[in-house]
């Protein structure tokens, strides 16, 4: 069992939107592993980076995005900074994974006063700058597929990334 596709990109990049609508379009089920932690933790991202630190967050985060990996097969996104963890990126490199690229103004047009997202303490142009910068090359070296989205809407991109992922994934239309 494998994931249909597993979304990377940072904050912004749009992968909980596009997912939900790559996973309706494709008749499958949709997951956010930021969601699941929090599921499993008992509480937001926010308060386990701040109660626990960033070190807790990421073994959870490890260990979320491995059993997903094994036991979803449908449209995975993942958090931001799971593709840091050379575990995970080893667990990535058979699966289908799509780069949601974004560039730095419209990541933090959609990302606004980044509210819930531990990482944007402070100036939050230049710490999404910093995120980019650090991240970009990563998310590049596990995609298989790559899809910018600027400028673009959430169906739009999912429409991208459902004709790149291939047409055998796609539900029935004909069914009641």
Do not use: C, W
Not at 46 to 59: H, K, L, N, P, S
Not at 103 to 119: F, Q
Not at 121 to 138: A, F, H, M, W
């Amino acid at each position: 069992m494998r994931p249909v596709a597993v979304l990377v990109g940072t904050m912004g990049a749009g992968k909980s939107t596009v997912g939900e609508l790559l996973a309706t379009t494709l008749g499958v089920a949709f997951l956010d592993s930021d969601q699941l932690i929090e599921e499993r933790a008992g509480k937001s991202v926010q308060d386990i980076f701040v109660e626990d630190g960033e070190a807790t967050f990421r073994a959870l985060e490890r260990e979320t995005v491995a059993h997903a990996l094994t036991h979803h097969d449908g449209v995975l996104s993942l958090g931001g900074g799971a593709v840091l963890d050379p575990a995970t990126q080893a667990l990535l490199a058979p699966h289908q994974v799509v780069f949601l690229r974004v560039g730095l103004a419209d990541a933090v047009k959609r990302v606004g006063l980044g509210v819930g997202r531990p990482l944007l303490l402070g100036n939050i142009r230049s710490r999404v700058k910093q995120l980019l910068d650090e991240r970009t090359p990563v998310y590049q070296g596990l995609a298989r597929i790559t899809v910018d989205t600027d400028g673009r809407t959430p169906e739009d991109v999912a429409a991208e990334v459902v004709e790149r992922i291939g047409a055998q994934h796609r539900a029935p239309k004909d069914q009641p």
